[in-house]
């Protein structure tokens, strides 16, 4: 069939499962004789596809009901604007700086109010998770900003910041649906499917009800506004409905799977592999404080720009593809969510031990 491993950081790899039941439904999704790419939004068909979707997502994360779940689009990127025009009610927000995705949301925000940046680990590249247990919480924050799982250098938080009553906001988009979480320590988890879920173009938000109110920052747009899409349950416009259609096939694979806590010891499995090979290494080095590790993505390099340019390359005609670090850090990066099999890993693994015996 010529599937290669993917190890991109998104759009990522999709459960095969998955993929083999969307082509099968392709041309006539369950007897309606269309395709769910050419359904009205509106049809019953679709109105099932999308509640069920929620009620799978709301199963999987124990999403209480006094949440709101929004499929909404323009990636997670849009966020970084809607959170502050929704939640900015005094104009003050502080944001806890862990990389490139939370320094832009952080700048974003800058648009709208006063932003605090309480905390970063710029200091060391990114290498690391600040100590959050005591930050200076600003008295009039309106919120506490965090990007939980950094992409681009691999770190993760093992524990989320003391916001000392603050509301937290976090984005998850990936570590979505890697581990299980307690949704009621959040005011708002969002983040881009095209990591651990699904296609590009559908962002899911999961807000506090209280959170979702009409008294936005002047001017801020209509669409923009999250009371519009939770009245309308997230069918206010033509929403990303393919993109809804596969997430909730995700969600059963998901259920099917055992849910997040099996999946957890998976990505557990898999990110020990790697790690532990790279700790023995005389040739590959990890770039992060191991107790912040990332399980979704891990960073790697040999030390050397060419060699790490020749495994790449040397890789990809191996069959392991998108290992190439973020254009910002060079290096590797294996990003191995949910739908990356163990095997993957191995293949991965056996293959840095061969080009460590090559090259060393
Ligand atoms: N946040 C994180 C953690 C990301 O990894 C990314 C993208 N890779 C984004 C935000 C931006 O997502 P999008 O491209 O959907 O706007």
Not at 98 to 105: E, I, L
Not at 242 to 268: D, Q
Not at 341 to 355: T, W
Request: charged letters at 25%; glycine letters at 8%; one cysteine or more.
């Amino acid at each position: 069939m010529g599937r290669v491993y993917n190890f991109s950081a998104g759009p990522a790899v999709l459960p095969e499962e998955v993929l083999k039941e969307a082509a099968a439904e392709m041309l006539d999704y369950q007897g309606t004789g269309m395709s769910v790419m050419e359904m009205s939004h509106r049809s019953k068909a679709f109105e099932e596809i999308i509640q069920t979707a929620e009620r799978d997502l709301r199963d999987l994360m124990g999403i209480p009901d006094n949440y709101k779940v929004l499929f909404l689009q323009g990636g997670a990127s849009q966020q970084f604007a809607m959170i502050p025009m929704n939640l900015m009610k005094n104009r003050v927000a502080d944001y806890i700086i862990t990389g490139q995705w939370a320094k832009k949301a952080a700048k974003e925000a800058e648009k709208y109010g006063k932003v605090n940046r309480i905390a970063s680990s710029e200091d060391k590249t990114f290498s690391y998770i600040p100590d959050c247990s005591d930050l200076p919480v600003s008295e009039d924050a309106d919120y506490v900003y965090i990007c939980e799982n950094n992409t681009i250098y691999g770190t993760k938080y093992k524990e989320l910041p003391n916001t000392k009553g603050k509301i937290l906001v976090s984005d998850v988009s990936s570590c979505f649906l890697s581990e299980p979480i307690d949704v009621e320590k959040y005011g708002v988890i969002y983040g881009g499917v095209q990591k651990n879920i699904g296609p590009a173009g559908v962002v899911i938000v999961i807000i506090r009800e209280d959170l979702i109110t009409e008294e936005v920052l002047p001017g801020t747009p209509t669409m923009l506004t999250y009371k519009t899409h939770a009245d309308a349950d997230s069918l206010y416009n033509t929403p990303p409905a393919y993109g809804i259609y596969i997430c909730g096939k995700v969600f059963k694979w998901l259920k099917s799977m055992g849910g997040l806590s099996v999946m957890k010891e998976h990505n557990e499995k898999k990110a020990k592999l790697l790690y532990d090979f790279l700790d023995q290494s005389k040739l590959f080095k990890g770039t992060v404080e191991k107790k912040d590790r990332s399980l979704m993505n891990v960073p790697f390099v040999t030390g050397n720009p060419d060699l790490d340019a020749k495994f790449v390359k040397e890789a990809k005609a191996a069959g392991l593809e998108n290992l190439k670090g973020h254009r910002t850090v060079g290096g590797m990066r294996a990003s191995i969510y949910n739908a990356m099999p163990y095997e993957g890993v191995e293949a991965l693994v056996a293959f840095m031990k061969k080009f460590e015996e090559e090259n060393l």
